[in-house]
């Protein structure tokens, strides 16, 4: 099974303030067709998931441009500028380019 | 508006089965592969099965399979998980989730299963 390493596993940030989240997996995420199948999903409290970015880069659909991603092969990033109240939650990656899908940890971000 | 519902869950004794559902809404429900997911209380996400659209492909996590059935009634709009020999380990609140290669773009609210004497 691919195993993704999320890093940090919590963040405390003030408003304003830039943060990124890193998630490296044990494989390449690069698929027969060329396309890296990494995303980026947040959990805020009480919540479901809400899909952020899709396919590495990707913004979902109504996501706020602070929220950008980057990566390739096995190194990804989350980066979230100028973070706000709302962004506050469990920040989770995942990979579907292998079964079994497979998520990362977490990354808890608080506002201080 | 594109909506998931599940439903099916509760308190049920080690050993015995449940049969969780999810109604779609707002699309083409039987364009699209669909997925169960899973989240123990206070820890993190577990994909769980993948059905495709037309149920040819069918993919379970190791640790459900023998035990979950993954299906759907596309006349219905709905997606089913069937499971068996219930174990402690899997309580958990259940999503139902739109495909997988764009990354999940739609949830469910989800549906708690509790496995417990």
């Known amino acids: 099974d691919v195993v993704m390493t999320q890093t940090p596993p919590s963040l405390s940030v003030a408003i304003g303030q830039s943060v990124s989240i890193s998630c490296k997996s044990s494989?390449?995420?690069?698929?027969?067709?060329?396309?890296?199948?990494l995303h980026w999903l947040l959990q805020s409290p009480g919540r479901s998931p809400k899909r952020l970015i899709y396919?590495?880069?990707n913004l979902g659909s109504g996501v706020p441009d602070r929220f950008s991603g980057t990566g390739s092969q096995k190194d990804f990033t989350l980066k979230i500028s100028r973070v706000e109240a709302e962004d506050l939650g469990v920040y989770y990656c995942?990979?579907?380019?292998?079964?079994?899908?497979?998520f990362g940890s977490g990354t808890k971000l608080e506002i201080k | 508006e594109v909506q998931l519902v599940e439903s099916g869950g509760g308190l049920v004794q080690p050993g015995r089965s449940l049969k969780l559902s999810c109604v779609a809404s707002?699309?083409?429900?039987?364009?699209?592969?669909m997925n169960w997911i899973r989240q123990a209380p206070g820890k993190g996400l577990e994909w769980v099965a993948y059905i495709s659209s037309g149920s040819s492909y069918i993919y379970y996590a190791e640790t459900v399979k023998g035990r979950f059935t993954i299906s759907r009634d596309n006349a219905k709009n709905t997606l089913y998980l069937q499971m068996t020999s219930l174990r402690s380990e899997d309580t958990a609140l259940y999503y139902c989730a739109r495909r997988y290669y764009d990354g999940f773009a739609y949830w469910g609210q989800g549906t708690l299963v509790t496995v417990s004497s």
């Open positions: 396919q590495v880069s």
């Open positions: 494989q390449s995420l690069v698929y027969s067709d060329g396309k890296t199948y």
């Open positions: 995942a990979q579907t380019t292998h079964f079994p899908l497979t």
């Open positions: 707002g699309f083409t429900f039987s364009n699209y592969g």
